[in-house]
Every structure is written in C-alpha cells, then in structure tokens.
C-alpha cells in the first residue's frame, strides 16, 4: 500500500522527496471529534461552516452519520457524510497563502495534482471546471482508501490497488479557491466486490454524479454569502 500526504486536497507541501519516499504531514485534533448519527430520514442534510460554505447534502434521507472537526489549530476544517452503501462525502476546508490570488492558487494545486497523474497515471486523473464560485479542478483517484491513521480522508490517502488492476475503490473531488480559503468536496466509495473494466465507466459516472450534486449545492449556497473577511 502507498501512502500519500496529498497536496492537491489542500495541503501546500511536497508529495515526494528526493529519496522518493512520501512526505508525511501530520494531523492533530484542535476540536473535539463530534459526530451525530441519524435515524433514516431524519436529517434534511442542511450543513454550515461558518462564513465559508454551506450547501445540503444530496440523498440526506439515505445519511447515517455527519461527524465534523478542526485540524491544526484550527486551520483545517474536516467533515464527513457517511451513507449507507460503504460511501461517504467529505467537505474539507483550509487557508490561503496571504498575498496569493484565487487563479494562482488554482494553478498551484493543478500542479502539485499533475505530479500525482504523472506519476500515478493508471490511478490519478484531472480536469478543469468553471461554474458560480469560479475555476476548479476535478480529480478522480482509482483505489483510494483512507490515509494513515490519524490523518483524515481527503486530506491524506493512501492508493491500495488490487492485484487483478480491478476497482476495489474510489474517490472523485472537487476543489475551489474563493477569497482566503480553499474548499474541497470529495466522494470515497468502497465496493463489496471489485469491478472490472465493463464496469468502471458506470462507477466512475455513478460516484462523479453524486459528488456534483453536494458540489453545485455548495456553490448554489455559498455564492450568495461574502467570501470570508469581507462580510461588511
């Protein structure tokens, strides 16, 4: 198994080394850990984070659990939909350089996720999108799994692949750079039987339709609060 500290989910460090070894960020609770479980159809999947996104949470009625916490004093925001079909949606959230603009910050995480297509090309690929907050990037990761112990999911991952090639797992995410902070919406499903090739073009659809949908409500919602430090 690979481990990645992973840099295009928002964290401004290198993926590999010069030895080649894998970086290695670390990741320390500066809330609690809160996590609320739902009976089915309980929650209408409404969620807020301050000043810097809101949006509703497609297939609410199917959540089990929402868990939320704040990373590194209190520059990492992590949160976490957890459904019933071994899939979960993640927003994550963390600070921009001071002094650096939306479209370089944009270009800064296109290429930091380009070195991860270049070296992991059967596993890593990226694409480009404009809508209501702006510019953003479309990354899509065969066989992810959750990082190290510890680090959470999209902020660290590991790649496990099967030893067939086959799709035992997988990730798409959106990310956007709006005003001092970038936003990351991503999608984790695992699947109880490995799927091959006749069958990956459906998943990759399936799971990129869902992570869309929380990502055009998160735009649709956000686009009309102030980008955080501008609210007056």
């Not at 890593?124 to 990082?147: D, Y």
């Amino acid at each position: 198994m690979k481990f990645l500290t992973f840099a295009s989910s928002l964290l401004l460090i290198s993926i590999l080394n010069a030895t080649n070894a894998f970086s290695q960020q670390s990741f320390q609770l500066s809330s609690k850990f809160y996590e609320a479980s739902f009976t089915t159809g309980a929650w209408n999947g409404q969620h807020r984070f301050g000043n810097v996104f809101c949006l509703t949470f497609p297939r609410a009625p199917d959540a089990e659990a929402l868990a939320e916490a704040m990373y590194n004093n209190n520059t990492l925001y992590f949160s976490r939909t957890a459904y019933k079909d071994m899939t979960a949606l993640y927003v994550v959230t963390s600070t921009v350089p001071a002094g650096r603009s939306v479209d370089d910050e944009i270009e800064n995480l296109a290429s930091r996720n380009q070195r991860n297509v270049e070296t992991y090309p059967t596993n890593f690929k990226q694409s480009r999108l404009k809508g209501l907050l702006g510019p953003s990037l479309v990354l899509t990761v065969r066989n992810t799994t959750q990082g190290p112990k510890g680090a959470p999911f999209p902020l660290a991952l590991s790649i496990s692949n099967h030893p067939d090639g086959r799709l035992s797992s997988l990730s798409v995410h959106r990310l956007f750079v709006r005003g001092d902070d970038r936003i990351e919406v991503a999608g984790l499903r695992y699947f109880k039987s490995p799927i091959g090739t006749d069958g990956e073009a459906e998943a990759v659809l399936e799971l990129s339709s869902f992570v869309e949908a929380a990502a055009d409500s998160l735009q649709s919602c956000t686009a009309n609060m102030p980008p955080r430090g501008q609210e007056h």
